[in-house]
């Protein structure tokens, strides 16, 4: 599974992101995809994934500004977004694509967002908010 994330910069307090990930080399039909973020002296936080059905999982941090979404990429893989509104200072981070291929789950919400579960990563992209 490859994973390459975009959409990073720099934005005011206030204003809109969109993430993207390139998700391509899945073997299974059956895939969880998330965004996590890590700020500077900061463990790395899960903030939002969604599944293959199509349910999605917020950490309370994000919920109700952010929205994760997914596209079928014309048949090579998936984009996943995440759509970044009232952006706030605290929200500056690294913020990577991850996913899990296949295999039985039975999470819990937050197993959904504990980076632990994940097998795959990109390299992440920059965001900023200045105050």
């Known amino acids: 599974v490859q994973l390459v994330e975009s959409g990073g910069g720099l934005v005011q307090a206030g204003g809109s992101l969109r993430l993207s990930c390139a998700a391509s080399?899945?073997?299974?039909?059956?895939?969880?995809i998330g965004w996590f973020r890590q700020a500077p002296g900061k463990e790395r936080e899960g903030i939002s994934s969604?599944?293959?059905?199509?349910?999605?999982?917020?950490?309370a941090s994000v919920k109700g500004r952010f929205t994760i979404s997914i596209d079928n990429a014309e048949n090579t893989g998936y984009l996943v977004y995440l759509q970044m509104n009232n952006l706030k200072p605290e929200d500056t981070a690294i913020y990577y694509c991850?996913?899990?291929?296949?295999?039985?789950?039975?999470?819990?919400?937050?197993?959904?967002?504990?980076?632990?579960?994940?097998?795959?990563w990109g390299q992440g992209t920059q965001v900023s908010v200045s105050s």
């Open positions: 969604i599944a293959d059905d199509g349910s999605t999982y917020y950490a």
């Open positions: 080399g899945f073997t299974y039909n059956d895939y969880v």
């Open positions: 991850a996913a899990v291929d296949g295999g039985d789950r039975i999470w819990t919400y937050s197993d959904y967002l504990r980076e632990d579960e994940y097998d795959y």
